[in-house]
T-cell receptor, first 112, second 114 residues
């Protein structure tokens, strides 16, 4: 059973506007959530993370919000740029476990 | 070469073949990982190695056999695979096992089993 879900396989956004990528999870034991970004023919690269004790983490144009009661997190990119076009993966883990659980990814297209 | 490299980038094999995927990291990391990404499925962690010792095996069938001869190299030996094993196989490394936000991925090997 999937513990991390990304229900939107794709998203298109105009350049300069906000991109919001969503992620839901089922396991309340998760301690950390991470977002990865993947370009074609390349491996995923780490983008931003958030601890379960926080509700927001910001890094430049990227902000991740966590709503523990809803078991939901979102990645906001503002302003969106064409170079942000990629597949974004949400993932989660709990401390002490050698496993990282991924969602299926959302393909973001930023239209110039 | 820098980062994490994987060879071959593409592989087509029959169900009776034996082949190996190779991963090499040039980052001085102590942990290495194999992941599988099937179409429309989440990325799945298969194996975790720490200093050449396997520390995690996530219920992977025995037709997948990993080998870590040293901290820089990781292999995935394949034999008698099934068509449903066709997927993108990604290797990654990090300084320590479980340092997920410090994980560097290779570009992957696209495997097709006929």
């Amino acid at each position: 059973d999937q513990q991390v879900k990304q229900n939107s396989p794709s998203l298109s956004v105009q350049e300069g506007r906000i991109s919001i990528l969503n992620c839901d999870y089922t396991n309340s034991m998760f301690d950390y959530f991470l977002w990865y970004k993947k370009y074609p023919a390349e491996g995923p690269t780490f983008l931003i993370s958030i601890s379960s004790i926080k509700d927001k983490n910001e890094d430049g144009r990227f902000t991740v919000f966590l709503n523990k009661s809803a078991k939901h997190l979102s990645l906001h990119i503002v302003p969106s740029q064409p170079g942000d076009s990629a597949v974004y993966f949400c993932s989660a883990y709990y401390l002490g476990a050698n496993n990282l659980f991924f969602g299926t990814g959302t393909r973001l297209t930023v239209i110039p | 070469e820098t980062g994490v490299t994987q060879t071959p980038r593409h592989l087509v094999m029959g169900m009776t073949n034996k082949k190996s995927l190779k991963c090499e990291q040039h980052l001085g990391h102590n942990a290495m990982y194999w992941y599988k990404q099937s179409a429309k499925k989440p990325l799945e962690l298969m194996f975790v190695y720490s200093l050449e010792e396997r520390v995690e095996n996530n219920s992977v069938p025995s037709r997948f056999s990993p080998e870590c001869p040293n901290s820089s190299h990781l292999f995935l030996h394949l034999h008698t695979l099934q068509p449903e094993d066709s997927a993108l196989y990604l290797c990654a490394s990090s300084q320590n096992p479980g340092s997920w936000d410090e994980q560097f991925f290779g570009p992957g090997t696209r495997l097709t089993v006929l």
